[in-house]
């Protein structure tokens, strides 16, 4: 049985660039969540409208029915999961285990400064709402991505040992 991992935070935390580092270090596929987003809500992003639950929702289905394909050899999956309702649907009835949560947290200073400078659908003007809407989870493993990737990734796999 393979070990899915969810990395969750807002836009710019970090995200993609953890889950693809781990990925290589375990050997296990990386997801990345917003490839999973239709059309209509990346276009919604683009005109600065932040999405809604009834707009996520067929996005977090699918994310949900990859996890199941992958949960056989692992998977990582980077997904925002900002709401714990988000994340009890991610955390499938189906899955044959539980995923492994991280939560990636940054200080907002540094995520204006990282959406400034990537090119990426979701703008600067979304970021506040992400950050209003915003559940901590309860069960995760809380990363400040103050730190390195390499440190991050250890204390990652010190966890996922024990």
């Not at 393979?2 to 889950?19: A, C, D, Q, R």
């Not at 919604?44 to 949900?64: C, F, I, N």
Request: aromatic letters at 6%; a neutral charge.
């Amino acid at each position: 049985m393979g070990k899915i991992i969810i990395v969750m935070g807002v836009s710019g935390s970090g995200k993609s660039t953890l889950g693809i580092a781990l990925g290589k270090t375990l050997s296990i596929p990386f997801l990345e969540g917003d490839d999973f987003h239709p059309k209509a809500n990346i276009d919604k992003m683009k005109s600065r409208t932040p999405l809604t639950d009834e707009d996520r929702k067929p996005w977090l289905v699918a994310l949900s029915k990859e996890l199941l394909k992958h949960q056989s050899k692992g998977v990582i999956l980077a997904c925002s999961a900002l709401k714990a309702s988000y994340r009890e649907l991610l955390s499938n009835s189906s899955l044959k285990e539980l995923p492994f949560w991280i939560y990636l947290d940054c200080d907002s200073e540094e995520l204006k400064k990282r959406l400034v400078g990537r090119e990426h659908f979701m703008p600067l003007d979304l970021l506040e709402s992400q950050l209003e809407l915003l559940e901590e989870p309860k069960r995760a493993l809380y990363l400040n991505n103050s730190q390195s990737i390499n440190e991050m990734i250890e204390q990652i796999k010190r966890e996922l040992n024990e």
